[in-house]
């Protein structure tokens, strides 16, 4: 067995209640506001040193963990049937609340089944005026989750019924945990001393040094935590069950064990609801301590001061705030408009771009509009070199990127005989090169996080229509188009998804910038000043794109043709492409 990730510094004490014995430990000054956190099934407190040692250090909070009875250091309860209860287990709750910190309210956090019976302390009546948030983490209210099963049996439409069927397939650990002696006798043999070698390889939970020596008697006993509340709650739901504290739902979008779903209804639960999401599995307190720091840290301070909780302000906030996304050409068009898009969700932001300033200016504008940070990157997409360093920096710096945006690209028109191998070679440069070094270089990152993630690459419609105007264009975007149909096919299994979109005319400066072949300076100009009237006129904003591209990352969509002139060209390269190869040849040259 490996050993346990001890908590440093932690001073530690015994609190007796209800006939058990708990360890608790605390970090951090006990003049500052509490954080409790109570981990879940099969675990101990040490879940929580990498997220404990943040709170208690950087934000400078009081932080308390402690090992829920019969787990880790605390003593079991007997006999252990009916020893687990959540009326129990709220009782160890208020004691342990009561001696850490007896005249202020505290902040809870719970993971797994420390969320679940958290959701019991911050509904039930008794622990009014002690609680002053929760913060819940993959662990749903038995009493909730007993009222989305009813109203999903009361009326089974093909949807609800689907949801029920995914969250059933995924509870398959419940139903064993059931049966008596089996999970014992598994946790005690094969399942107990493999378990280390499961979390690092199915739930890319990093290190070595986790769980805990006590594991098989934590799981043993655990198992009451089951046996002791599911059936009889879900069975029978309390319907007083509103939560009398603000909450923080964490969803990761990869838990293996519960539905997004699940989480539907909750706002007839909540009157305080803040929701966040992370593309990570089950183990976040381990797999995405910082985050996790950054969210309790702030929940915190808002319900401390009695601020209002960080409003949901863009749309899509409640999937995006706090990730980390990149955005490659990010200093005009659909690149900046997307990295405000994704900072008006309250998303951490990367403008990149070759032109210094333009980023600058983005990452500038970005904080205003919500982001909590925004940083200027000045690389060119097609160099190799550079791109490694910027994939360094970044994930030492930021983090691993949760979102990337391959956007960045350049135009180039003119007949096929007209372009030179420079010309060729420039675009592909930075049109296919620039998104496969992205691709490369981050989403390896993402993979190897092994938490899920998003690449979206920029095609356009050029992709799959043909055109006598664009031969090196086109071809570079059906090749960006086919990279992430593969990379799509490869990374599934992963949780990562993969976008390709396309977009027709938009309005933006690349018709400005982009090169005419075969014609002189003169000539140059006057047709970019020609397509940027013809873009004008078409006047499609580059933020209806930078909508697509949010929406096609919470939807997972794989090819996603933005503007009714892509969207008819897609469906006419699918089922008439004859028509669209005749409509080729007469197509004017820009
Ligand atoms: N505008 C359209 O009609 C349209 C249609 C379909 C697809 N697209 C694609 O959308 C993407 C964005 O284009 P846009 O219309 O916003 O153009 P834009 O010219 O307004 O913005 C492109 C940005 O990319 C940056 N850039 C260019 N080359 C770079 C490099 N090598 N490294 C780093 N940054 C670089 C530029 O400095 C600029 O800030 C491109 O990939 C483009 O091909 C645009």
């Not at 439409?157 to 064993?176: D, I, M, N």
């Not at 492409?577 to 040259?589: G, M, N, S, Y």
Request: hydrophobic content about 40%; some cysteine; proline content about 7%.
């Amino acid at each position: 067995m490996t050993h346990v990730t001890p908590l440093k510094g932690a001073r530690e004490r015994r609190v007796h209640t209800g006939g058990v014995e708990l360890c608790v430990a605390e970090l951090g000054d006990p003049r500052q506001p509490t954080v409790v956190l109570v981990h879940g099934y099969p675990d101990s407190k040490e879940i929580w040193s990498e997220v404990a040692e943040r709170l208690a250090g950087p934000c400078g909070l009081h932080v308390v963990l402690y090992d829920v009875r019969g787990h880790g250091r605390s003593t079991a309860p007997r006999p252990l049937r009916g020893g687990f209860t959540l009326e129990k287990l709220t009782d160890d709750f208020l004691a342990v609340a009561d001696a850490v910190s007896p005249d202020r309210p505290v902040h809870l956090v719970g993971h797994d089944w420390g969320s679940v019976q958290s959701w019991e302390f911050a509904t039930v009546q008794r622990t009014r005026g002690r609680i002053a948030s929760f913060t819940s983490m993959s662990g749903p209210s038995l009493d909730h989750f007993g009222h989305w099963i009813n109203a999903r049996l009361r009326r089974p439409t093909p949807r609800r019924v689907g949801q029920l069927l995914g969250q059933g397939a995924k509870s398959w650990y419940v139903y064993l945990l059931h049966t008596p002696v089996l999970p014992e006798l598994a946790w005690r043999g094969p399942l107990g001393r493999s378990w280390p070698k499961i979390l690092r390889r199915v739930e890319k939970v990093p290190g070595g040094d986790y769980p805990t020596p006590s594991l098989p008697r934590d799981a043993a006993h655990g198992a009451w935590l089951y046996r002791d509340n599911v059936r009889s709650r879900l069975r029978r739901p309390l319907t007083d069950a509103r939560a009398h504290v603000p909450v923080q739902l964490i969803t990761p979008v990869q838990d293996a064990f519960l539905s997004e779903r699940l989480y539907d209804d909750l706002d007839q639960w909540v009157p305080r609801l803040v929701r966040r999401t992370l593309p990570a599995k089950h183990w976040i307190p381990r797999t995405r301590p910082d985050q996790l720091a950054a969210w309790i840290a702030e929940f915190v301070t808002a319900n401390e001061d009695g601020l209002p909780q960080p409003a949901a302000t863009g749309a899509y906030a409640d999937r995006f705030a706090g990730q980390l996304v990149l955005v490659t050409g990010a200093g005009s068009g659909i690149g900046r408009a997307t990295a405000f898009a994704f900072a008006e969700a309250g998303a951490r932001v990367v403008a990149v771009d070759r032109d210094a300033e333009a980023a600058a200016r983005t990452a500038e504008l970005a904080l205003p509009l919500g982001a909590p940070a925004a940083w200027a990157e000045a690389v060119d997409v097609s160099d190799e070199q550079a791109m490694e360093k910027l994939a360094e920096k970044v994930a030492a710096e930021y983090g691993v990127v949760d979102v990337l945006v391959n956007n960045a690209g350049i135009g180039l028109s003119g007949s096929f005989f007209d372009h030179s191998v420079e010309d060729w070679k420039k675009v592909l440069d930075v049109n296919l090169w620039g998104v496969i070094h992205g691709c490369r270089l981050f989403g390896g990152q993402m993979a190897e996080r092994g938490q899920g993630g998003h690449i979206v690459n920029t095609a356009s419609a050029a992709a799959y229509q043909p055109s006598r105007a664009l031969p090196a264009y086109s071809t570079s975007k059906a090749a960006v188009l086919m990279l992430s149909e593969c990379l799509r096919a490869e990374l599934a299994g992963q949780g990562i998804g993969v976008t390709a979109i396309c977009p027709g005319f938009v309005n933006t400066g690349i018709t400005s910038t982009a090169r005419f072949a075969g014609v002189d300076a003169e000539e140059e100009k006057r047709r970019q000043k020609r397509t940027a009237r013809l873009y004008g006129l078409r006047n499609f904003p580059p933020e209806k794109v930078a909508d697509a591209i949010l929406r096609a990352v919470v939807r997972n969509e794989a090819v996603v043709p933005v503007t009714p002139e892509a969207r008819l060209f897609h469906a006419m390269s699918r089922f008439t492409p004859r028509a669209l190869r005749r409509l080729a040849r007469v197509q004017p040259r820009l």
